[in-house]
C-alpha cells in the first residue's frame, strides 16, 4: 500500500507543480501622487510615457479609474485590503496603522503558493505592528531583479513595484533641463497661467517620466525570463499630483488616476469607459490566482471585463471616494482632519464636506494639507483670487459639477435651484452606498477618525 501511495505521489506532485505553475504572476506598479491625465495613452502630448503607453495598447486602459482616497496610507491600505477606505480604523488616516485581521491580498497570495515581495513605497506611510502585524504587510523589501534571482521558480509570484516618484520634493528646472518645453504644459483652470507654474508641472512630468523608465526595466526583466506571457502587469498611481485642489482633494485632479492592465490572457488594446475603483484590484488579482475572494471586500473582480466580457463594466456606473485626515493641519493641538465624502458618475461630481467648517488644505496661512510647492506659493499670494479660493477657503457643505461642461470642476451648481433634484438623488445614492458599506459617519458606529493618533515615525 506504501509502495502504492508512493508512485501515485510520483506522478501526482508533477502535476501538482505543473498547475501551480501556470497561475499569473503578478506584477502591480503603484506611483506615489501619479494623476490622470498625465499619460500618453489619455492624450497628454507633452509627458512622455512609452511604457505606460506600451501597456495601454497590449492590454486594457481604463478611462475612469479612482482611487477609495486621495492620501497615501488610506488610498494603499484600501487596494491591500480590497475594502473602502473607511472601513479600515486608523489606516483611513494618513499614517495609520493597519489592522493585520483585514484580508490582505499580498497574504493571501502567499498563503495560496505565492512568493511575493516589494520594493520601495509600497503599504506606506504607517506603523504595520501598530496593527498586530510582524513583516510588512507586503512582504520582504527587495529590488525586483534580486527577487527574481532568489525567488523559488517553481511558484508564482505577486510583486509591489513601488516608487516615490512624482512625490515632492522636486529639483527645480528638472522638467525643462529634460527638454519639456513650458509652452506645452498644460494648466488646470484653478492655477494661474506662470512661468513658475508651468516649470512646476514640467518637473512633475519629470518625475513621472523617471517612474515610467522604472517600470520599463522590470518588464526587460520579465522578457529576459520569459515571464511576461504569464504575468499580470498593472500599472497606476495612488491619487492625483501634490498639487493644491489635487491630491488630498474629492476632484478628478485628486480621485482620478491612470489605470493599464497588460497580460497575454486578455484581449489587447480594449479601452474601457466604465467606472472602477483601485479597490477592484485585490479581488481581481485574487480570483485570477483561483483564491476565493473574501464576502468583507467592497472592490469588485476586474477578471470577468479583462477576459472579453465588455458589458461587466456596466454593473458599476458611479464610484464612491472619500478622505478623513491627511495631516493634522486644522491647527495644533488638534488632530482633526477634513472628512469628505463623493460620489462620481458619467456627467456628475457630488461632493459632500461633512465639517464645512474647517480649512480644506488646513489652517489658514500655513495649509499644511497642501505639499509645499512654486504652485502653492503662487496662488497663495493671490488672495481674494479665483484660484485662491478654489484652493484654500472655506468650501459649502455641498459640492455638485457638470463633468461634461467642466472638467476641471470649477463652477459648483449645488445652490442653483435647477439642479436641486440632481443634488438630492445623488445625495441619497451617496448616503445609500455609504451605509450599505458601513461608514461610520453614516451609521450608528461611533466615529473615531478626528481622535486616532497621528504617527510620525514609521516601520
Known amino acids: 500500500m506504501v509502495k502504492i501511495l508512493m508512485v501515485v505521489w510520483v506522478l501526482v506532485f508533477p502535476l501538482m507543480l505543473q498547475a501551480v505553475a501556470k497561475k499569473p504572476n503578478i506584477l502591480f506598479c503603484l506611483a506615489d501622487d501619479w494623476g490622470w491625465p498625465h499619460a500618453g495613452a489619455y492624450g497628454d502630448t507633452t509627458v ?22 486621495p492620501s497615501c496610507t488610506p488610498c494603499r ?10 472601513r479600515l480604523g486608523t489606516a483611513a488616516n494618513l499614517r495609520g496603522g493597519l489592522d493585520v485581521n483585514h484580508p490582505n491580498f499580498m497574504f493571501m497570495l502567499r498563503d495560496a503558493g505565492y512568493d511575493i515581495g516589494h520594493w520601495r513605497k509600497a503599504w506606506d506611510p504607517g ?42 520634493k522636486y529639483d527645480p528646472g528638472t522638467g525643462v533641463a529634460s527638454g519639456i518645453k513650458l509652452a506645452d504644459v498644460h494648466v488646470p483652470g484653478f492655477f494661474p497661467d506662470t512661468e513658475a507654474v508651468r516649470s512646476d508641472i514640467a518637473d512633475y512630468y519629470f518625475e513621472v517620466e523617471r517612474w515610467d523608465t522604472d517600470v520599463g526595466v522590470a518588464l526587460k526583466l520579465l522578457e529576459e525570463r520569459g515571464e511576461m506571457g504569464n504575468t499580470i502587469v498593472v500599472m497606476t498611481g495612488d491619487h492625483g499630483m501634490p498639487f493644491p485642489r489635487c491630491k488630498g482633494n474629492m476632484y478628478d485632479w485628486g480621485l482620478r488616476v491612470p489605470l493599464a492592465v497588460r497580460w497575454n490572457a486578455i484581449d489587447a488594446g480594449r479601452r474601457v469607459n466604465g467606472f472602477v475603483s ?31 466580457d ?31 465624502r463623493a460620489i462620481r458618475t458619467g456627467r456628475w461630481l457630488l461632493v459632500l464636506n461633512l465639517e464645512p467648517s474647517r480649512l480644506p488644505a488646513g489652517a489658514l496661512g500655513w495649509f499644511g494639507d497642501c505639499d509645499g510647492s512654486p504652485t502653492k506659493n503662487e496662488v497663495k499670494k493671490l488672495k481674494g483670487s479665483m484660484f485662491y479660493d478654489l484652493c484654500f477657503s472655506q ?47 453614516f451609521t450608528d458606529e461611533e466615529v473615531l477618525f478626528d481622535t486616532f493618533p497621528y504617527n510620525k515615525k514609521k516601520k
Open 77 to 86: 491600505s484600501s487596494i491591500l485590503t480590497g475594502q473602502q477606505f473607511y
Open 310 to 340: 465588455m458589458d461587466a463594466h456596466q454593473t458599476r456606473d458611479y464610484v464612491v471616494a472619500g478622505r478623513e485626515r491627511h495631516t493634522p493641519a486644522q491647527g495644533k493641538p488638534s488632530l482633526d482632519g477634513y472628512p469628505s
Open 48 to 69: 512622455r510615457t512609452p511604457v505606460f503607453d506600451r501597456l495601454a495598447k497590449e492590454g486594457v486602459v481604463f478611462d475612469h479609474a479612482y482611487v477609495s482616497s
Open 127 to 168: 506603523n504595520y505592528d501598530e496593527g498586530g502585524y510582524t513583516e510588512h504587510p507586503c512582504g520582504p523589501e527587495s529590488s525586483f531583479d534580486k527577487f527574481m534571482n532568489g525567488r523559488d521558480e517553481g511558484k508564482p509570484f505577486c510583486f509591489w513595484f513601488g516608487t516615490s516618484d512624482p512625490h515632492r
Open 395 to 441: 468650501r459649502p457643505e455641498v459640492e455638485l459639477y457638470d463633468c461634461q461642461k467642466d472638467p476641471d470642476q470649477l463652477n459648483n451648481l449645488a445652490s442653483n435651484p435647477e439642479y436641486k433634484e440632481t443634488v438630492a438623488q445623488l445625495r441619497r445614492q451617496l448616503a445609500g452606498y455609504l451605509k450599505q458599506t458601513d461608514d461610520p459617519r
Open 278 to 308: 483601485l479597490t477592484d484590484l485585490a479581488p481581481t488579482f485574487l480570483e485570477a490566482a483561483g483564491v476565493n475572494v473574501p464576502s468583507v471586500m467592497t472592490g469588485q473582480s476586474l477578471l470577468p471585463l479583462l477576459q472579453g
